[in-house]
């Protein structure tokens, strides 16, 4: 049986999120029957190395042995109350401890759904309703989000979803990823209406795009001169750079910041938070509605605090950035002996190949990228038993799970895919 033929008949697409069928790179998805550590396995026991992470939560790898316990043992007592419990104090306890500018935290199911409950939180606590984000960088797919910039170059947006009204999008400015008079012009525009501005301290979703330097820091100040509230999408960078996130990274103290991925270790988490004073507007203690059936499940509360516990202990983050860095520069070596100049951003353990020569800094230049050659290299990698994101515009993540022999042989593998092209 073709389970990818089959569960089209079932499943739009046979997918249950867009960019896994393959879409853009050509070829069926590969359906995985399980993982464990840096390889997954696929219907037919097929080995493969694994750098898309579940699209950023495995810092760990997969099937890591105190996750798995702490879901199991969790399991054992219970899947779901719908009362408080001592685990969600505990998980909120570490994240608290480990984010320098969240005060207060609040667990939800999704990353979507933690943006979505904190723009409704800076929009009640400054009593505005407009929104600017940056064009490339993605929040998650509730309506007031799913939007482009208009025609009228970088001003009002417009939906990028059929089935979102002009009246959600109207609410939402864009503006140019690493360019503060983009936002500086918008806000002039609409003096006075504007609640917050929401970034990826990191770009994620168009590939990788790292803010140039004085970006964030002179965000944070623009925005605290103008009463606008500073909103972290650290949906991926949550954890991923330092304990503290992109915040801690950057040093910038965010008015409020979203989580998800890394904080749910694998099972479906997302947390906003921040200043106590904002995240008090949050019902019961305040006005702002915003509520979950499974929220705090026990199951993912487990996985999270014992990922964190992991990830936020002395020296994860240096180990990994070492083992990161002899990958990137690994693969910068092949480019260099290959002689193509293609952008490479990297940091930490994120990192993006663009199929575009000089740099890649905006959402112009990432989307300026040869998606056809991108989609021969992912073959390529995938032919020699190597996952990444089947799309350009995503990132490679790498594991603690990730082996010195792992490296070596994608190093290989990806001077033999290029090579190729
Ligand atoms: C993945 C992601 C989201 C959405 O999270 P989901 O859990 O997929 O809803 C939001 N923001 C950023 C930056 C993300 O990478």
Same mark, same amino acid.
Not at 77 to 92: I, M, Q, R, Y
Not at 121 to 132: G, L, P, Q, S
Not at 256 to 263: D, Q, S
């Given at each position: 049986?073709?389970l990818?033929?089959e569960?089209?008949k ?14 853009s ?16 396995y696929?219907?037919?026991d097929?080995? $493969?190395?694994? $750098?898309?992470c ?10 890591d ?18 009362a ?17 500018s969240m ?8 990353g ?8 409704r939180?800076a ?14 960088? $993605?929040?998650?797919h509730s ?7 208009g ?9 990028s ?6 009246d959600y ?38 590939g990788?795009v ?6 964030l ?9 103008e ?11 949550g ?14 103290d ?6 998800g991925?890394?904080?749910?270790g694998?099972l479906?988490?997302?947390? $906003? ?5 904002i ?5 019961p ?8 059936t ?9 996985a ?10 002395p ?12 990958l990137?520069?690994g693969?910068r ?20 190949l ?22 021969k ?9 190597i ?6 515009f995503?990132?490679?993540?790498v ?7 792992d490296?070596?042989?994608t ?9 190729d092209?």
């Amino acid at each position: 049986m073709n389970l990818f033929e089959e569960s089209k008949k079932y499943i739009p697409g046979g997918v249950n999120s867009p960019v896994r069928a393959f879409g853009s790179v050509g070829g069926d998805p590969v359906f995985i029957k399980r993982a464990h550590g840096s390889k997954v396995y696929d219907i037919n026991d097929k080995e $493969y190395l694994d $750098y898309i992470c579940s699209w950023g939560p495995l810092i760990l790898g997969h099937a890591d042995e105190d996750v798995v316990n702490a879901v199991v043992n969790a399991a054992k007592n219970g899947t779901s109350f719908g009362a408080p419990t001592e685990l969600e104090l505990k998980l909120a306890k570490k994240v608290v401890e480990n984010v320098p500018s969240m005060d207060m935290v609040r667990m939800v199911n999704s990353g979507t759904e933690a943006v979505m409950s904190a723009i409704r939180v800076a929009r009640a606590y400054t009593e505005k309703d407009k929104i600017i984000k940056f064009e490339g960088c $993605y929040h998650g797919h509730s309506d007031g989000l799913l939007v482009k910039a208009g025609s009228a170059a970088l001003t009002f947006g417009q939906p990028s979803s059929p089935g979102v009204p002009d009246d959600y999008a109207k609410n939402t400015l864009v503006a140019e990823y690493n360019n503060l008079d983009s936002v500086k012009k918008l806000v002039e525009e609409n003096k006075g209406e504007v609640a917050a501005v929401i970034v990826e301290p990191v770009a994620g979703n168009m590939g990788v795009v790292l803010p140039k330097d004085g970006f964030l820091k002179d965000l944070e100040e623009f925005c605290k001169n103008e009463g606008i509230l500073l909103i972290f999408d650290e949906v991926i960078t949550g954890f991923r750079l330092a304990p503290g996130g992109a915040g801690e990274y950057f040093d910038v103290d965010a008015d409020l910041t979203t989580m998800g991925k890394i904080i749910g270790g694998g099972l479906p988490v997302g947390a $906003y938070g921040g200043k106590k004073e904002i995240m008090e507007m949050v019902s019961p203690t305040g006005p702002v509605t915003q509520a979950g059936t499974l929220s705090g499940n026990p199951l993912a509360m487990a996985a999270g605090l014992a990922t964190l516990d992991k990830v936020c202990a002395p020296g994860f983050h240096k180990n990994l950035a070492e083992k990161s860095e002899k990958l990137w520069q690994g693969m910068r070596d092949n480019c260099r002996r290959l002689n193509v100049n293609y952008a490479f951003n990297t940091i930490e353990s994120m990192g993006c190949l663009f199929f575009k020569e000089g740099e890649v800094t905006s959402f112009k230049e990432a989307t300026s990228s040869d998606t056809d050659k991108f989609a021969k290299f992912f073959h390529g990698m995938l032919k020699q038993g190597i996952t990444i994101a089947p799309s350009q515009f995503e990132a490679t993540f790498v594991s603690d799970k990730h082996s010195d022999e792992d490296i070596e042989y994608t190093i290989k593998a990806h001077y033999n895919a290029l090579k190729d092209l």
